[in-house]
């Protein structure tokens, strides 16, 4: 699918399988997030521009490959989204963080912004927003157009599940942004979730109704 980059690695489909467990503990879920989060991190990241520098090992001088340009930043859409970010943060430590705020009406299912902070020069990094469901895509949506208002350029998508519906709806809305998921499942349901999915990602990742 244009557009869409779905991470088939054996590991990331064997934490997926225990997290879509509904016996899975509030504990288990966060844990593989955090774990599955820090693997799709070392795949959204794999065609970073790196620049060549002279370093001195033990033995003698060489040029060796560095990460290029600015850090990236890494924009987690609340609350569910935090629950990528301590993963990625362990492989990118240096990545700033920006933090959107929305949330879903339950009657019209659209995004409702609370909450925006960013780095300053964001429109000069390259941000990889973070949401684990991509059901409806009105959240995604709605946190791109955001980014976009601050002239950020370059911008990439990574959720845990999407439905096919949610894909349509982001692609439509921003053709320009990649989407990265370990799974496309079946549809949504008549409450915006997508089945046969995992439930609601922030209630399982927090322990709340």
Sequence with gaps: MEGV????????????TLMRDKNRSTKGFRQLLNEIGRLLCYEVTRDLPLEMVEIETPLTKMQAPRVA??????????????????????????ARV????????PETLKAVEYYFKAPP???ERLVIVLDPMLATANSAVAAIE?????????????CLL?????????REAHPDVTIWTAAIDSHLNDHGYIVPGLGDAGDRIYGTK
Excluded at 98 to 105: E, K, P, S, V
Excluded at 146 to 156: F, G, M, T
Excluded at 162 to 170: D, F, Q, S, W, Y
């Design 5 to 16: 980059i779905v991470v088939d690695h054996p590991l990331v489909q064997h934490k997926l």
């Design 69 to 94: 340009g600015k850090k990236l930043v890494l924009a987690p859409i609340l609350r569910a989204g935090e629950g990528f970010l301590e993963g990625m943060l362990d492989l990118v430590p240096s």
């Design 98 to 105: 920006a933090h959107i705020g929305l949330y879903r009406d």
């Design 121 to 123: 020069d964001v429109a």
């Design 146 to 158: 955001r980014l976009k208002a601050r002239d950020v350029k370059d911008i990439r998508f990574v």
């Design 162 to 170: 999407a439905a096919p519906e949610g894909i349509k709806h982001l």
